[in-house]
């Protein structure tokens, strides 16, 4: 079974510096791994994707993750953090089932943006 | 670009209520999937379906079921709402196969059940 574990329920930071956002993972499969991102009141969106190709993933809104398996790690990071970035980001692996995949979210962390 | 609707943004219905949460993707998809969202607790799969007529419990099914009778259309009903079902429901559609596994999602629907 697959499992994710962010440990920071809330990450606060000062604007225009950086952001770090942990993520360890579980899975008994070279995993698929996500971020995603939900402003308030809206629905989730995909930040950036790994899956198996270079370890250094850059998604939108300048966020960058790297996939360490020696560290069953995908930590989210951005060198300035924007008042823009205030939301909830969840880590997400994916595990095959048959022909398909199955996600499984972590608890999400909360990301205040201090002016 | 893909785009997944709900039916309601909110909805306050009473205990013992029969509910129906309605979803409808525009991208073809196979792939349909509902979850709840509550603070602390991340997203938690309920029910997904890989095709029309085809449904599949996830982690938590226990007081929902769900109908999936054309591919845009996914619905989840509760058939007798009880308050531990207030929660925010999310609905996502992705295409098939196992190395296109993006998750496109709703923008949620937040049911409060008095």
């Known amino acids: 079974a697959q499992s994710v574990t962010q440990l920071d329920s809330h990450v606060s930071v000062s604007e225009g510096t950086p952001v770090l956002l942990r993520c360890n993972y579980s899975s008994s499969y070279s995993p698929s791994l996500f971020w995603y991102v939900q402003h308030p009141n809206k629905g989730l969106q995909l930040l950036l994707k790994y899956t198996s190709a270079a370890t250094l993933v850059k998604g939108i809104n300048g966020f960058e993750a790297e996939f360490k398996k020696s560290e069953t790690s995908f930590h989210l990071t951005k060198p300035s953090a924007h008042m823009s970035d205030a939301a909830e980001y969840f880590c997400v692996v994916s595990e095959p089932t048959g022909a398909n995949s199955k996600l499984t979210f972590g608890k999400g962390i909360t990301l205040s943006v201090r002016p | 670009d893909v785009k997944v609707t709900q039916s309601s943004r909110y909805l306050v219905k009473r205990t013992g209520e029969k509910v129906f949460l309605e979803c409808v993707q525009d991208m073809d998809h196979e792939n349909m999937f509902w979850y709840r969202q509550d603070p602390g607790l991340g997203l938690r799969l309920i029910y997904f379906?890989?095709?029309?007529?085809?449904?599949e419990k996830g982690d938590i099914p226990e007081g929902y079921s769900v109908s999936r009778e054309k591919k845009e259309r996914f619905s989840l009903i509760l058939e007798s709402a009880s308050t531990n079902q207030t929660s925010m429901y999310l609905c996502?559609?992705?295409?098939?196969?196992?190395?296109?596994?993006?998750?496109?999602f709703g923008p949620g629907t937040r049911l409060t059940v008095l």
């Open positions: 996502a559609s992705s295409p098939p196969g196992r190395y296109t596994d993006t998750q496109y």
């Open positions: 379906s890989y095709d029309v007529k085809m449904k």
